[in-house]
């Protein structure tokens, strides 16, 4: 096999079944590139920029935490949310923000922050991906 052979599953369905020349995903220790050959391991994923090499094409996703493995040149991803940048709602992912930024900033008011913060990191995301 002379790609990687990467699949991204969702609940309902399997969002990407194809061969790349490289990628990129956002771990929760930080974006790591994967090669032919690499190392086997499993990881969670961060939200953060996927990006997938296919000769001179880079397509570009926002991804919403998940895990990925990487195994024999074949890479499977699980995760809730995968987003390309025609798919985003920019005008939805701004108002996440802003209410996301308005809990964290409330004081006094029983807050869960995680939830809040985890918010805040989705709709940077999508936001970073639109490009706007």
Known sequence: MDKL???IIQPTKIKIRDDFNHIIVPGVDGDFGVDLNHTPFITKIRPGILQLYKGI??????IHDG??????NII???CDTIEKENEINHKRAEESKKRAEKRIKS???EIDF???E???KRALVRL???GK
């Open 107 to 109: 004081s006094g008011i």
């Open 5 to 7: 052979h990467l699949e």
């Open 118 to 120: 985890i918010s805040l």
């Open 76 to 78: 499977v991803i699980i």
């Open 67 to 72: 895990f990925v493995t990487v195994e024999n």
């Open 128 to 130: 970073h991906l639109s």
């Open 114 to 116: 995680r939830r809040a």
């Open 57 to 62: 094409k880079i397509d570009k996703y926002a």
